[in-house]
Each structure stands twice: as C-alpha cells, then as structure tokens.
C-alpha cells in the first residue's frame, strides 16, 4: 500500500473541506493509499508538515486549501532530492494553481482525479531561497492580492481583490528598476513586473497564453511607467489574452533573471508577501510532480517530440 498525507486548511473554503473529509478519506483508500492527515493552524504549518512527510517517506502529499496552502507545502517539499508526488484539492478564493492545472473544483472530482490522474513533472520557480508555483511579482499593483483582507476575500470570492484594487488605485507609481533576464537587461521605469509559471494569474486565465508547465522558462512581462487610463485598458485587454499588443508591454521567456532597485520595491509570491527587492529568480524544470487530469497533461505538457 501506498502512503498519503492530507495537509488541509481548517478554513478555507468555509470549513467544506473538513465536513467532506470522511468521504476523502474513503476515497483515497479505495484508491491504494493509507492515509493520515494534518490540519493548519498557523502561517508557516503546512511548510513544516509537508517537510516532515518528506523526512517520513510519504509517497503522497495532499495539499487542500487555497494557493497559499499550496506554496507553503511546495515549500516544504522543493528542498528535498526525493519528494512525494503533490495532489491538489483546491478550497481557496481564486485557486489559480488549481485552475492553471485543470484540476475539478470540487472536492470529490479532485479527489477523484488524484486517484485515477496522471502524474505530470512541471517547474516551479526559487526566489532566494523562496519557492513558488504560479508567479512571482512587484509593483504596487501586484500589492492587491495580499493585501484584500482574508474576511472579505471569504465573503464576496475574487472580487475582493477588484474591490481592493480600486481603493489602491490613487497610491499605484512606477518604480525604477534593472532587470537582467538570461543575457539580457531592461532599465526603466516600470508599473510592475511578473515571472509568470502558468497561464492562470490573479483570477486572469490568458495573461501567459502560450504558457508550457515543463518547458523551464519563466514568462517575464514588464508593464512600464503608464497612466491609470492604460492600466485599465492593458487590464481589459488581458481578460482576453491580447495584453501583449500594448505597446507598454513587454513579453520575454527567460530561465533566471536578477531584479534590483535603489526603492524599496515589495514582492508577491503566489498572492502572498515575499519581501523586497534584490531578488534572483531560477526556473528549476521539471521539479514538482503533480498529480493532473489526463486531458491537461496531453495539452499542456511539453513532450520529448515537442523539444521539452
């Protein structure tokens, strides 16, 4: 038999996770696995328990929560040389991981696709000696997501992050940065910039719409110094994947990139805060194996004939 660990947030998604747990746990049995379980309480718990299930030797993690749940377990695990396969039951407000991956939003598909998916081996993202799994950014305006307070992300979903951002609008400036991106480097006054993982960022399902889960390259996009009126039309052009077009966009592919500015300019890692600048960022390929629905892994995963 094969073993699995369920990390599971107590409260996300209104506390559905832990009234459905039983029916998880059926599950996964049936499927081959002894299961156990381990529930948050604090910042920073899901990191420490997904390493204790990597020292112990688990064959699988479940993380069930939102796209914080998530990074902290893949924080826990991306050190170690061998790691557990990751299965991913999404309970968060927007759950772009989940989404970027094609995995079921509700528990009992998810559960069931952990069971009968495929295992796919995708590349996360190192900040320093910061991990994560769909993007890394800075600005101001990439200030919004972690800063919507967690009450009313619970209330109203993602428009609390609309809700915020608008509030924030009159306090969005550019900053100056250097950015070096493989042999190349921007200068410049900028509005924010993202190293993007997958096609799924902020709730916006098309901001990296030729985005490859395995391919070892992040998608960099540098939005430079803008009027809030082309903030609000590069933000209606990413609804449909055509933010590229403007003309203050910029779009690279880049394997490591080095950020730097004499401001102090905050980062955000998968929606949460990850400090300041200086950062060096590295696209560790094919590190994190995944389990995904069979349909996402033939689409979105590079193979050998494809030049993986």
Avoid at 110 to 123: F, H, K, T, W, Y
Avoid at 186 to 194: A, C, D, H
């Amino acid at each position: 038999m094969k073993t699995a660990r369920i990390i599971y947030n107590p409260t996300s998604g209104r506390e559905a996770f832990k009234e459905s747990l039983a029916e998880v746990l059926e599950c996964l049995e049936v499927g081959g696995y002894i299961t156990s379980t381990h529930a948050t309480t604090c910042a920073g718990d899901a990191t420490q328990a997904a390493a204790k299930a990597c020292d112990l030797g688990f064959d699988l993690i479940v993380a069930a929560g939102g796209d914080g749940t998530v990074n902290e377990v893949v924080n826990g695990m991306a050190a170690y040389d061998e790691r557990p396969a990751l299965g991913i039951i999404p309970m968060g407000t927007v759950n772009d991981f989940a989404k970027a991956l094609h995995i079921p939003p509700t528990i009992d598909e998810a559960v069931e696709m952990i069971v009968s998916g495929r295992s796919a081996r995708i590349d996360i993202g190192r900040m320093n000696s910061k991990y994560f799994i769909n993007i890394a950014g800075g600005g101001k305006i990439t200030e919004v997501s972690y800063e919507a307070p967690s009450k009313l992300k619970s209330i109203i979903g993602p428009l609390a992050y609309y809700v915020k951002g608008i509030e924030m609008l009159p306090k969005i400036r550019s900053t100056n940065v250097k950015i070096e991106y493989d042999d190349n480097v921007f200068e410049g006054k900028v509005m924010l910039f993202m190293l993007g993982l997958t096609n799924s960022i902020g709730g916006f399902e098309k901001l990296v719409p030729d985005a490859r889960l395995n391919d070892g390259k992040f998608t960099l996009i540098i939005v430079e110094e803008a009027s809030l009126a082309e903030i609000g039309h590069i933000m209606t052009l990413a609804t449909r994947g055509e933010h590229l077009k403007h003309p203050k966009v910029h779009f690279f592919k880049a394997e490591e990139v080095d950020i730097s500015s004499f401001e102090e300019v905050h980062l955000n890692l998968d929606g949460e805060f990850g400090g300041v600048l200086p950062a060096h960022f590295i696209n560790l390929k094919e590190h994190l194996e995944v389990r995904v629905p069979t349909s996402f892994y033939e689409e979105y995963i590079l193979t050998d004939e494809e030049g993986r």
